[in-house]
């Protein structure tokens, strides 16, 4: 079974700073692996996926993300963070060719600080 | 052009009524899901529909009735609301029924539904 552990339900930054959001997950196949992000009562916008090609995954706004399967992680990083950027993040696991049936993090609250 | 519009946006009902929530997709995707967001922004699979044919049912209580018409639409019924009820639900769409590398989910905007 696959799962999704997003270690902070919090992450508060100042405007310029570098953004670092952790994912965890525990698949028993080969993951895709997701970042979601929903603005404040606005749907949910893919930001990057990881499907076994390249680790480094370049994804919007910036954003880009790190598999590594020995840590089994897939932290989203920001080299420098911007107000539009407060909201909620979703790291997201499907399993590899499965039903494309997506499971959901808790999220983790972004708060940019001017 | 909204890729996957739900309408409607908000809804406020009673407990024990009956309401119906739409989702239309203009991607020309196979596979279409509802998905529902609780108080606490945990999201959670309900269904996914391939082609009209029903293939993920999450254990959803049987309140709740998806249907699809086409395989642009996919609606959410649900009979006899409880309290438990209120949250967001959102559609999504994706070309395929399996997940793969070039497969994406695209949600909708959200329906917030409240149960009084």
């Known amino acids: 079974a696959q799962s999704v552990t997003q270690l902070d339900s919090h992450v508060s930054v100042s405007e310029g700073t570098p953004v670092l959001l952790r994912c965890n997950y525990s698949s028993s196949y080969s993951p895709s692996l997701f970042w979601y992000v929903q603005h404040p009562n606005k749907g949910l916008q893919l930001l990057l996926k990881y499907t076994s090609a390249a680790t480094l995954v370049k994804g919007i706004n910036g954003f880009e993300a790190e598999f590594k399967k020995s840590e089994t992680s897939f932290h989203l990083t920001k080299p420098s963070a911007h107000m539009s950027d407060a909201a909620e993040y979703f790291c997201?696991?499907?399993?590899?060719?499965?039903?494309?049936?997506?499971?959901f993090g808790a999220g983790t609250r972004l708060a940019v600080h001017p | 052009d909204t890729a996957v519009s739900q309408t409607p946006k908000y809804l406020v009902t009673q407990m024990g009524n009956d309401k119906s929530i739409k989702c239309e997709q203009n991607l020309g995707h196979d596979t279409m899901y509802w998905y529902k967001q609780d108080s606490k922004k945990f999201l959670k699979i309900m269904f996914s529909?391939?082609?009209?044919?029903?293939?993920i049912n999450e254990t959803v209580p049987n309140r709740f009735s998806p249907k699809s018409p086409d395989k642009a639409h996919l609606n959410l019924h649900i009979n006899s609301l409880e309290l438990g009820d209120s949250a967001v639900y959102f559609c999504?769409?994706?070309?395929?029924?399996?997940?793969?590398?070039?497969?994406?989910?695209?949600f909708g905007p959200g329906t917030r539904l409240t149960v009084l």
């Open positions: 999504a769409s994706s070309q395929d029924l399996k997940a793969d590398s070039t497969d994406t989910q695209y």
């Open positions: 997201v696991v499907s399993q590899w060719g499965g039903y494309n049936k997506l499971i």
């Open positions: 529909y391939n082609n009209k044919e029903l293939i």
